[in-house]
């Protein structure tokens, strides 16, 4: 059994050496977190389950020693107090991260014995303080238990602050058949590892951390106009290519390096990625080859549309109701609708924009360029206020090419409209509604300027 | 001899409330000499018009006259092709002064139409408020290389409107054409036809032309009313009259006086527009225009919506077109031409309506629940959006980008991914999917850590 052991080591090994190269200035940092309750002395695949645990975790902090670049640390909880004194701070930090602790490390789990309870979730948030500050450090729990949070703690949302902290969680479960409800760990968590006996645990842990060392990765490289990997911050759904479900959803990050994050991808799917930009940009087909880097390139340039009101607001309900239609160039549906005053991403190229004020106005043929943020100025829309004293019936007209176009209608139940427009001269056509005689007809022309209230009683 | 003058001159005692303005031109060229049944043409119309600015003077003092003859001053032989005058301008009480000026003329010279027909034109003073009517008196063709025809494409490029009559004494039938597309042209054989049509032109144009407009629903019916209409000018394209289409008390069409001389075209502001290309009035009489203008009420509604101010807007669209025909307001009302329309409602997620059929008949009712409001709120800057999951597709539908305290979003009820991600850190795995629920008129608070 142990020749078989150095042996799956010994391949990990060979596979870290052979990239090694490309991974030496970051630090992966592992840290053991061993469940010490008292359920742990309790026999389990011809020996007990604590015993299996220290074997392993001896042979692989001695092997991952041997590494550049690798650190490990051990803390344990459930050893001091016995579980009937059910003391719920039972944890500590036995071995502090170092180069060529291990020693240490097979000393300090040979002296401790199984005895207290559970607290998991105090466990993990102690951890926070485990691992020396370093952003571009790899940091990971290898958490080796038999049972579930006892403690009344909550190890999932400890384990999402976690995340965010940088620090990656891999729960290892053994010797319990724990049915997936009733491990909360298993939902919040994701990955967890039910281990149901000593062999199928060696396994399991050697392949994670081999997999931690040496994972199928994957970068998705955003690039912009000059195919440079300059574009972030958009959403990438994975879709698996079998079910047409999404699979993973990441937004592009450049990290402190200033290089697109490396993702964890599961290589078994064939993927679809969607990268969530305006409008969205598709890549088929991918597939992963397992255990490598992968890189996955794909053309996003983006620039900015910048809708400005030029000028006072004479009243901000009208302007906040003006919107933008953006289409790419003669296409007739809008990708997007977007508010006045805002600046939004969009996919460089052509654009007509159909914009909602009163008249409409259009302008074509915008140019959104790599890395540019295009500005579009309107004049902000002046008020007509109408005070009729009776209902009225008509309209706002203008002249277009000698034409007079509609540009609003009047409405007959309301004797006192607003009504936002756009600088310029029209023609207001009015009647009383109940009037018998078409040459009550009222022509009126009058002039709205940007920002200023036009009173007209009729 | 003038007794059927006399019966339709009666009409003219109402009294105008605007100026009508008659110029009188003759063609004063050497064939008028010609004897027509032991007179000259010349004498004939002279006769005519004294005698018709006479009796209508008299009936009505509003009236104006003018008088222009061509081809009168010069012998034919010198070939004089500018020879054209205006003998008397308008004004009113000058029948006297046109009797007068005619009594002094002898036809002698050259015949040319257009060159005068063109000069008339500023005979006219501006006064758009004015019935301006022209008649031409003539027995020959253009004799100076002038095109009448070529004269009312230069009229038409002017934007100017102008149909004279036209009156042939004995003109051969090859030539009338030449007439045919200045004016309306009237010829006449002999002198008994002469005065009938001289008559019928003179009441036309003296006589006050009205119109009615009918807007027909779907069923035929002249029911639709209170819509604003335009003529147009179908020659200058200017915009001649504004009304709103109304009944009366009868509850009929109101009656319109419009200048019967102008051809229009008629627009009807609904939505879309209905255009009526090419109306011409018979002058002196009343006249129906009809227009088929059958209409649908779209009514958008939002039931229970709490709060007025997140109010959405409806782009209407003709089905399969790609302009935009009116933006409607929710909870508003609004007629339409019927047939089947596109809606593109401005809700987050937008909803999109293809080939809605609006019918005459019952309003088309399209109702949408009341947004709720998606407040986020965050300790540390990043980036979030929102998208719809479509079994497993995820459709994008707000992109708030960089977020550095709060961000507010209104959004139709429904489930919806919101996906977050701290810009510190600097990760991927940071990623956050979180999932949102939305109720009409509710308010969800997410915080984002």
Redesign the interface.
């Known amino acids: 059994m142990k020749k078989r052991i150095a042996y799956i080591i010994l391949i990990v090994l060979l596979i870290f050496f052979r990239t090694a190269p490309t991974a030496s200035a970051q630090v992966t940092r592992i840290l053991f977190l061993l469940d010490l309750s008292a359920s742990m002395s309790e026999r389990w695949s011809e020996s007990t389950k604590i015993d299996v645990a220290r074997k392993v975790l001896t042979h692989l902090a001695d092997s991952l020693n041997t590494l550049k670049n690798v650190e490990t640390g051990l803390r344990v909880f459930g050893d001091q107090s016995p579980s009937n004194m059910s003391d719920c701070n039972d944890t500590r930090l036995l071995v502090p991260f170092q180069k060529n602790n291990s020693k240490q490390i097979e000393q300090q789990l040979y002296g401790i014995e199984p005895r207290g309870v559970t607290p998991i979730a105090l466990s993990l948030q102690r951890t926070a303080g485990d691992f020396p500050h370093d952003?571009t450090a790899r940091n990971i729990i290898i958490l080796i238990t038999d049972g579930i949070e006892s403690c009344g703690g909550d190890p999932c949302s400890i384990s999402l602050s976690l995340?965010?902290?940088?620090i990656?969680l891999k729960p290892f479960i053994i010797g319990m058949s724990v049915n997936s409800e009733e491990s909360k760990m298993n939902d919040c968590i994701g990955n967890y590892y039910d281990a149901p006996d000593a062999d199928k645990f060696r396994t399991i842990i050697r392949n994670i951390v081999a997999n931690i060392l040496e994972p199928t990765t994957t970068v998705v490289n955003l690039l912009d106009q000059d195919g440079k990997p300059t574009e972030t911050?958009a959403?990438?759904?994975f879709?698996d290519d079998f079910?047409?479900?999404?699979k993973y959803?990441?937004?592009?990050?450049?990290?402190?390096r200033g290089v697109s994050?490396t993702?964890?991808i599961d290589p078994v799917s064939t993927y679809n990625l969607?990268i969530?930009t305006?409008p969205?940009v598709e890549k088929s087909n991918i597939h992963l080859v397992p255990d490598q880097n992968n890189v996955v390139n794909v053309k996003t340039p983006q620039g900015e549309l910048y809708l400005q009101l030029q000028g006072g607001a004479v009243n901000n309900?009208i302007n906040t109701?003006i919107?933008c239609?953006v289409n790419r160039i003669g296409e007739?549906t809008?990708i997007n609708?977007q508010s006045f005053n805002t600046?939004?991403?969009y996919l460089t190229g052509k654009y007509d924009l159909?914009i909602?004020t009163l008249p409409?106005t259009y302008i074509k043929n915008v140019d959104i360029s790599q890395s540019k943020t295009t500005t579009i100025q309107i004049p902000s829309p002046g008020m007509l206020n109408i005070m009729k004293p009776y209902s009225s019936?008509?309209?706002i007209?203008v002249?277009t090419n000698?034409?007079?176009e509609?540009v609003y209608?009047l409405?007959?139940d309301q004797l006192r409209e607003n009504i936002g427009l756009q600088p310029g001269n029209y023609?207001l056509?009015?009647?009383p509604?109940f009037?018998?005689?078409?040459s009550?007809?009222v022509?009126k022309n009058f002039t709205i300027v940007s920002g200023q209230v036009n009173s007209i009683k009729l | 001899m003038y007794g059927l003058l006399f019966i339709s001159y009666t009409l003219l005692a109402q009294t105008h409330t605007h100026t009508t303005r008659i110029l009188f031109q003759l063609d004063g060229s050497g064939s008028m000499k010609e004897l027509w049944d032991g007179q000259s043409k010349f004498n004939r119309a002279r006769d005519l018009v004294s005698h018709l600015v006479d009796s209508i003077e008299k009936k009505n003092p509003n009236i104006e006259f003018g008088l222009r003859v061509f081809g009168h001053q010069y012998y034919y032989t010198l070939n004089n092709c500018k020879d054209s005058k205006l003998e008397v301008p308008f004004s009113k009480n000058n029948a006297d002064a046109i009797k007068t000026a005619l009594g002094k003329i002898t036809p002698q010279g050259n015949t040319p139409i257009a060159y005068s027909l063109f000069e008339s034109l500023s005979d006219f003073p501006v006064d758009s408020n004015a019935s301006n009517a022209e008649i031409l008196v003539t027995d020959g063709v253009e004799t100076c290389q002038g095109n009448p025809c070529a004269l009312s494409q230069l009229f038409a490029k002017r934007k100017v409107s102008f149909r004279p009559f036209i009156i042939g004494l004995g003109i051969a039938d090859s030539l009338k054409h030449e007439y045919d597309c200045i004016g309306n042209f009237f010829d006449v054989k002999d002198e008994k036809v002469f005065n009938h049509v001289m008559n019928v032109v003179v009441s036309q144009a003296l006589n006050n032309t009205t119109a009615q407009v009918n807007l027909l629903d779907a069923y035929g019916n002249p029911t639709v009313t209170?819509l604003?209409m335009?003529f147009?000018d179908h020659f200058s394209?200017?915009?001649k009259y504004?009304?709103?289409?109304?009944?009366?008390?009868k509850g009929n069409p109101?009656?319109?006086h419009l200048d019967p001389l102008t051809t229009y075209d008629l627009?009807i502001?609904s939505?879309p527009?209905i255009q009526k290309d090419t109306i011409q009035l018979s002058p002196g009489s009343h006249n129906v225009i009809a227009v088929d203008v059958p209409q649908g009420t779209l009514s958008l509604q939002i039931p229970n919506n709490k709060d007025a101010?997140t109010n959405i807007?409806c782009?209407v669209r003709e089905s399969g077109s790609?302009r935009?025909l009116n933006?409607q307001d929710f909870n508003?009302d609004?007629d339409y031409i019927s047939g089947n329309y596109d809606l593109?409602i401005?809700t987050l997620p937008?909803l999109e309506l293809y080939n809605e059929e609006i019918a005459p008949g019952k309003p088309t009712v399209i109702k949408v629940d009341a947004a709720g409001i998606l407040n986020l709120s965050t300790s540390q800057q990043g980036?979030a959006?929102i998208?719809v999951?479509h079994?497993?597709?995820?459709e994008?539908i707000y992109?708030f980008?960089?977020i550095k305290t709060t961000a507010t979003v209104n959004l139709q009820p429904g489930n919806y991914?919101l996906?977050?991600?701290?810009d510190?850190?600097?990760?991927?795995?940071?990623?956050e999917?979180i999932n949102i629920k939305i109720v009409s008129n509710e308010t969800v608070n997410q915080k984002l850590?």
């Open positions: 952003p995340l965010k902290e940088n990656i911050d959403v990438m759904t879709y079910t047409d479900s999404y959803n990441y937004y592009h990050t450049i990290t402190y994050d993702l964890s969607e969530q305006t969205p309900y109701k919107k239609l007739f809008d609708v600046s939004k991403k159909t909602l409409r019936v008509g309209g007209f002249y000698n034409k007079l509609k209608e409405n007959a023609v056509i009015n009647r509604k009037s018998k005689k078409t009550d007809t022509v | 209170n604003e335009t147009y394209h200017s915009a504004n009304f709103i289409h109304t009944f009366n008390d109101d009656t319109l627009v502001h939505f527009p101010f807007q782009v790609p935009i933006v508003t609004q593109e401005l937008k980036v959006s998208y999951d079994d497993g597709k995820l994008k992109d980008g960089s991914m996906i977050w991600r701290p510190k850190g600097k990760q991927s795995v940071l990623t999917k850590d």
